[in-house]
């Protein structure tokens, strides 16, 4: 018997990079070493969100959770030493996404690289920002048409670029079901191809290029077979769409191409041990079934839920893709789930539901206005909120946290400050002082950029009309402009957006039924309320810095509305002195505050600073995110009432506790809940 071809193994990536260039450099040349096949950048968030590391907003959030890029001279010291003419790099990049490629494609420029052989991925998929990332700068109007740009950019200069990157992934960890993820994904998707097609800028004959070159981003939650169906539905539809809409006749144009990186939601702070198992369930959702499977893989660390992992954490992730490649039977074989009636008929039925949904979107016309409108984020913060209910009432089961909680003193995490890597907060002095230096420098040797203020204007000329705006943000990257400069020009010219919050809309998700949990909370609100001789509590829910997760926040919005609270959210992206302004003027009783970006070091403190300032001492804040344990020991000693991590599921319980600080806070007596 002669022994069968095996396939090719997905493209196997680890997201990351973190405090500068120069470490995050040394950090990729390590993982090619041992054998990741291609590069996957994480750019922090005043990158992201296109401001400068010395920005107000940038404070506490530089270097933590990506790399700080701000000029050509960070992109090149990023990619030093690695040809990038060789390198299958994807950058997680969004509303900045423009910016950023002009500076890779001048690197490579640089390097002597030919840019029609540049092969990776800029996500640039901006609808997911309004809602669930938060990462948006500009309306939806001009954000499509950066988007547009690109695409059409890429299409004629960089043919092997995949110019954007559908992304569901963050849309499951908002609260997307599998019907939702492909439905809103599609419908985004039909947004961008209607623009592209629209614009002019590229004509029919090469629409199949644009398409072939749209890639998928989604996630793999740890139901694994429904994943499976569901990414089995995401290639029917999609073949369905680009034949019947936009006439591609070449099926490898019309071919669903995706990258996964597996769901870090479900993983858990609590026995986080057990994240190893889920990651490989979830692992499994995208590589066991041939005609649906992913061509490339990124796999979160096991103690991601606990802080940043370190180089060892991730290197244990991608072994995990190579000994599934390697060692075990699965590229030997066709699709293995071929004629199973169970799996057809759950793929059917996804189908059918997704495209019910895509109709709907189609009906409001199309996923711009569903964003716009505040649908499709309500939407998700229902889903969301019905699936914390699930496990808050034990229906929805996760081991360690409400089942199984007994456990033996896990060794991996015995010493919690070893367990996760920390950023250095000298880190962003640094590069501050790095970017003030390049400001000053860039005109003269060894560098002699043109002055920026000229490719600046040009950008902004562009911008106010119709020509493609890749040309003069090239432009930009060649005159040492800095992020922050490039898109400052662009809001002057586009303004800027906030996103509906989906929090007001949201329906109840938990029934206050006598005797309930939240029933007896909601007691506690109108006694305290009346203790207090006010109509109702008001409690500040507020995301400080530029952290976009909002998910938390929302949760505990939503729940607090519930719970008889009247709730002040203003969304995400707010100074501490936006917050603590808002919390005089609406005389809150209690603030919350909720950052997952590391950054509650600096900006938590900053608002209590403020609040003792003004004399609003009897103002408790509580704060929630992911916080290691030695940082939630000291915002308590800076004067912190609680602290909440993922470990605290139970979003009843943490309102029920915010009431009884307001009664600590304003020295009343504590009540008596009944047994």
């Keep these: ?215 998928f981003f989604v996630n793999a939650g740890v139901r694994f077979v429904e994943e499976m169906c569901k990414m089995r539905a995401f290639g029917r539809i999609w073949d369905q769409v680009t034949r019947e809409r936009y006439g591609i006749e070449n099926p490898k144009h019309r071919r669903f191409r995706y990258g996964v990186q597996v769901n870090s939601l479900g993983l858990t702070e609590a026995q986080p041990e057990n994240n190893v198992q889920r990651i490989v369930l979830e692992m499994l959702a995208v590589t066991l079934s041939k005609d649906a499977r992913a061509r490339a893989v990124q796999l979160p660390a096991w103690n991601e839920a606990l802080g940043l992992p370190r180089p060892w954490d991730q290197q244990w992730s991608l072994r995990i893709q190579q000994v599934l490649a390697y060692e075990s039977d699965l590229l030997e074989y066709d699709d293995i789930f071929e004629g199973s009636k169970v799996v057809e008929a759950k793929v059917e039925q996804l189908v059918r539901d997704a495209l019910a949904e895509m109709g709907r979107i189609e009906e409001m016309g199309g996923a711009m206005a ?138 109840v998700a938990v029934a206050a039924e006598e005797g309930s949990a939240l029933s007896e909370v909601r007691r506690k609100v109108d006694l305290t309320a009346r203790d207090l001789g006010v109509g109702k509590l008001r409690f500040l829910v507020g995301k400080p810095g530029l952290d976009g997760h909002s998910n938390g926040a929302e949760q505990i919005a939503v729940r607090a509305r519930d719970a008889g609270f009247e709730v002040v959210y203003q969304g995400i992206r707010l100074t501490p002195e936006q917050i603590v302004d808002a919390a005089l003027a609406e005389d809150v009783h209690a603030v919350g505050l909720s950052i997952l970006s590391g950054s509650h070091a600096q900006l938590v403190p900053d608002v209590l600073e403020r609040l003792r300032v003004a004399g609003a001492t009897d103002i408790p804040v509580i704060a929630g995110g992911i916080i290691p344990n030695g940082d939630a020991e000291q915002l308590r000693a800076a004067g912190v009432a609680a602290v909440f991590t993922p470990k605290d599921f139970d979003i009843t319980g943490i309102i029920g506790r915010i009431v009884d600080e307001i009664r600590t806070a304003n020295k009343l007596d504590p009540l008596e809940v009944p047994a």
């Design 1 to 215: 018997m002669t022994e069968r071809q095996k396939d090719r193994p997905w493209l196997m990536r680890t997201y990351a990079g973190h405090s500068t260039a120069e470490a995050s450099n040394e950090l990729y040349r390590r993982n090619l070493a041992k054998g990741q096949t291609g590069l996957s950048v994480a750019f922090d968030l005043p990158t992201q969100t296109g401001y400068d590391p010395d920005h107000v907003l940038a404070r506490g959030e530089v270097g933590r959770v990506g790399v700080p890029v701000s000029h050509l001279g960070d992109m090149r010291r990023l990619f030093q030493d690695i040809p990038l003419e060789q390198m299958n790099t994807s950058m997680t990049i969004n509303a900045t996404a423009m910016w950023l490629l002009a500076l890779y494609q001048v690197v490579a420029e640089e390097q002597g690289a030919d840019i029609t052989k540049l092969q990776g991925t800029t996500q640039n998929d901006i609808v997911k920002e309004y809602l669930s990332r938060g990462t948006h700068v500009f309306p939806p109007g001009p954000s499509l048409r950066l988007t547009t740009d690109m695409i059409a950019y890429t299409v004629s200069h960089i043919p092997k670029w995949n110019p954007i990157n559908i992304c569901s992934y963050h849309l499951q960890e908002a609260g997307a079901t599998p019907v939702q993820e492909i439905a809103y994904a599609m419908s985004t998707a039909i947004a961008v191809l209607d623009a592209v097609r629209d614009s002019g800028q590229v004509p029919q004959e090469r629409m199949g290029d644009v398409v072939g070159r749209i890639s």
């Design 370 to 507: 569903a964003v716009e409108s505040g649908y499709l984020k309500s939407q998700l913060v229902s889903s969301h909120a019905e699936r914390r209910a699930r496990i808050e009432s034990g229906r929805e089961k996760i081991v360690g946290v409400n089942i199984f909680e007994g456990t033996e003193p896990n060794p991996l995490t015995a010493d919690l400050d070893t367990a996760i890597q920390t950023v250095d907060p000298a880190v962003e002095a640094r590069v501050v002082a790095a970017l003030q230096n390049w400001r000053d420098t860039r005109y003269q040797p060894p560098f002699n950029h043109p002055r920026p203020c000229k490719a600046l204007e040009k950008l902004k000329e562009a911008a106010r009309g119709t020509d493609n705006l890749m040309e003069a943000t090239l432009e930009c990257a060649r005159a040492g402009v800095t992020t922050g400069e490039w898109a400052g020009a662009l809001r002057e010219v586009f303004g800027e957006f906030r996103a509906p919050t989906g929090v007001s809309s949201a329906p």
